[in-house]
């Protein structure tokens, strides 16, 4: 079976802090990884993606996301979050070029001030 | 820009109606995505066009939904005989090139079946 994972539904931070979300995946041969964030009432907004190369790629507003083939993560990361970074974060799978978009659950991060 | 375009953004339909959603993708994209997002299920995707032709539809309840784009500008997601269960948030989304990474979504139409 197929599958994206994050593990953390919710995530409550402060301002400042660091965060890390984690995503896991089960798919065989090559595949896009790829994280989207959803603030509230809004569509989904790209946020970062990798396929190979560096398994560091940057994102977005500070966000970076690292790729690890032995762990099978995509786990998304900021130094310092800011309180409009409160929203859904999806992780998604695409296998292989021209493929469909698999999402995980999404991770809902709150930022307190 | 104006991003991609759905309509209208929130339908009100009784159990047993008829329900059709818009999407106007963005301008020179070649794929176009529907997905369903609801609080249990999450983002279920549905169907996909590129350049215009059906490619993947495995997501689609095939009863009673279907999907259709007719022109590159617009696509339709048609509800027939809708159900509770059909009450969702449908997001249409579009892309350029093959990778299909870098998704581009629209606001959603809420669909509330009463």
């Known amino acids: 079976t197929q599958t994206v994972s994050q593990s953390d539904a919710h995530v409550t931070v402060f301002e400042g802090d660091s965060v890390e979300l984690r995503c896991n995946y089960s798919?065989?041969?090559?595949?896009?990884l790829s994280w989207y964030i959803q603030h509230h009432g809004r569509g989904l907004q790209f946020l970062l993606k990798y396929y190979s190369g560096n398994p560091v790629v940057q994102g977005v507003n500070g966000f970076e996301a690292e790729f690890s083939k032995s762990d099978s993560s995509f786990h998304l990361r900021k130094a310092s979050v800011h309180w409009s970074d409160s929203a859904v974060y999806f992780c998604a799978v695409s296998q292989g070029t021209g493929s469909k978009l698999s999402f995980g659950k999404g991770a809902k991060l709150t930022v307190s001030p | 820009n104006a991003g991609v375009i759905q309509t209208p953004r929130h339908k009100v339909t009784g159990k047993g109606q008829e329900a059709t959603l818009w999407c106007e993708p963005i301008s020179g994209h070649s794929a176009v995505f529907w997905y369903r997002q609801t609080i249990v299920q999450g983002l279920e995707f549905l169907t996909y066009?590129?350049?215009?032709?059906?490619?993947?539809d495995s997501g689609m309840p095939k009863e009673r939904f279907s999907a259709q784009m007719p022109n590159q500008s617009h696509s339709t997601l048609k509800i027939q005989s809708t159900q509770p269960q059909d009450s969702a948030v449908y997001l249409c989304a579009s892309s350029i090139g093959q990778s299909n990474t870098e998704v581009f979504f629209g606001k959603g139409t809420r669909l509330t079946v009463v």
């Open positions: 066009f590129r350049n215009q032709a059906p490619i993947d």
């Open positions: 798919y065989g041969g090559s595949i896009y």
